[in-house]
């Protein structure tokens, strides 16, 4: 199903404008997040961070569903309920809606710290540090000493 693998700053920009569009509630984190504010990697999904809440639940859900996603009713449901983590890949990109990140407790504070790169709603770089510190997969730990030095040319600028 999926046109392209992996994480485009193209993607990015379809998925930001749909979910603007909707008025959803959510912050871009992981790797994709920090694409967005200028690490030079690349990612598989695009990781959103969305607020908890039915009614946000149903933004998303018009959001992707717009661009072109399947949703069957069990996705939908999970969306709604802001199930821990949720994986679609029934459309033209790869989306992880991550409502329980790793290292994350409260979305409120999270936003607080978060920036806006342009249209995108971005998680700050030392949020998303955390929450692959915390998650500790194999793949997170080799991109954080990279993450952590970007984070340091970020603070210079």
Known sequence: MNQSRGFSFKQGQLL????????????????????????????QDVDIYPRKDPVNGRRIIRALLKLGFKLDKKIKESIIQGK??????????????VFAPEGFNNYDEVKKRSMRIREFPVAHIEDIIISKEAAKRERDLRDLPFLKEFAKTLKGR
């Open 16 to 43: 930001c404008k749909a979910l603007n569009k909707e008025k959803a509630d959510y912050l871009f984190i992981g790797k994709s997040g920090a694409i967005i504010l200028g690490y030079p990697g690349t990612t």
């Open 84 to 97: 821990d983590f949720v994986q679609i890949k029934s459309g033209p990109f790869d989306v992880d809606l």
